[in-house]
């Protein structure tokens, strides 16, 4: 799998850094998970066009997740008379992203078929996608893909949870938001990440999902990770490509 990170802050613009977005290419498939402001843009940039996308993946209904979404899809008809993705949404969020979607565009016009997968709940394509609940809102929820004996965990918006250690348990990687440097409801900061994890076996942490404070700290928070965790941590940049 070749996982490029098109962004990483949280809901507050900071330079250089783009919304909430991943990109995750297999042999067969480009998935993308949450669609930020300015993930489009960015996903150009890796000279991957909203077209050739197939899949999106989404975490939960907060702008910073679906923002673009639309202009993904208006992006993709204008280029070929289509948008023909499959969203894969928590239970109950695709009527809330459809109203938003009419409120701001042409839905009607885009040929989309929506997917709820429940918590627990696992999808074969030509990776398998299995989604997992997180603490933020009610319906978010995260998504683990797994291909050929590897595994990639995408947590969206979470506290660190006892759910998010056993799903992460043993995998590749693990895309982690780390939004705040002090304890706030539904995020996560570094000292309750290094508690939750420090018995939890991953190959590699990389840490996204940034507000200004943390942005700003961003390498030496992570040193810190790695150092009381014992396992490389990387902070996140808009555009960087790690291979699993
Ligand atoms: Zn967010
Ligand atoms: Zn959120």
């Given at each position: 799998?070749?996982?490029?990170?098109?962004?990483?802050?949280?809901?507050?613009?900071?330079?250089g850094?783009?919304?909430?977005?991943?990109l995750?290419?297999?042999s067969?498939?480009?998935?993308?998970?949450?669609?930020?402001?300015g993930?489009?843009?960015?996903?150009a940039?890796?000279?991957?066009?909203?077209e050739?996308?197939?899949?999106?993946?989404?975490?939960?209904?907060?702008?910073d997740?679906?923002?673009?979404l639309?202009?993904?899809?208006?992006?993709?008809?204008?280029?070929?008379?289509?948008?023909n993705?499959?969203?894969?949404?928590?239970?109950?969020?695709?009527?809330?992203?459809?109203k938003?979607?009419?409120?701001?565009?042409?839905?009607?016009?885009?040929?989309?078929e929506f997917?709820?997968?429940?918590?627990?709940e696992e999808?074969?394509?030509?990776a398998?996608?299995?989604?997992?609940?997180?603490e933020h809102?009610?319906?978010?929820?995260?998504?683990?893909?797994s291909i050929d004996?590897?595994?990639?965990v995408?947590?969206?918006?979470?506290?660190?949870?006892r759910?998010?250690?056993?799903?992460?348990?043993?995998?590749?990687?693990?895309?982690?938001e780390?939004?705040?440097?002090?304890?706030k409801?539904?995020h996560?900061?570094?000292?309750?990440?290094?508690?939750k994890?420090?018995?939890?076996?991953?190959?590699?942490?990389?840490?996204?999902?940034?507000?200004?404070?943390i942005?700003?700290?961003?390498?030496?928070?992570?040193?810190?990770i790695?150092?009381?965790?014992?396992?490389?941590?990387?902070?996140?940049d808009?555009?960087q490509t790690?291979?699993?």
């Amino acid at each position: 799998m070749k996982i490029t990170l098109l962004g990483t802050s949280g809901g507050i613009p900071i330079t250089g850094r783009a919304q909430s977005g991943i990109l995750v290419e297999t042999s067969e498939n480009k998935i993308l998970l949450d669609c930020g402001m300015g993930i489009p843009l960015r996903s150009a940039e890796r000279g991957v066009m909203a077209e050739d996308i197939d899949i999106v993946c989404i975490t939960h209904e907060h702008l910073d997740h679906i923002q673009d979404l639309p202009s993904l899809t208006k992006a993709s008809w204008l280029r070929r008379d289509a948008a023909n993705y499959k969203i894969i949404t928590p239970p109950g969020l695709e009527e809330k992203l459809k109203k938003f979607w009419r409120s701001v565009d042409e839905y009607e016009r885009s040929d989309l078929e929506f997917e709820a997968l429940e918590p627990g709940e696992e999808l074969e394509e030509t990776a398998s996608i299995e989604a997992f609940q997180t603490e933020h809102t009610e319906i978010s929820q995260g998504y683990k893909l797994s291909i050929d004996g590897k595994s990639v965990v995408y947590t969206g918006d979470t506290e660190p949870s006892r759910i998010v250690t056993e799903v992460s348990k043993n995998v590749d990687l693990l895309i982690h938001e780390l939004s705040f440097l002090e304890r706030k409801e539904g995020h996560t900061n570094p000292q309750d990440f290094i508690s939750k994890f420090s018995d939890v076996k991953v190959d590699r942490f990389i840490m996204t999902h940034f507000y200004p404070e943390i942005a700003e700290r961003a390498e030496e928070i992570t040193d810190k990770i790695e150092k009381d965790i014992g396992t490389p941590t990387l902070p996140a940049d808009d555009l960087q490509t790690v291979y699993i």
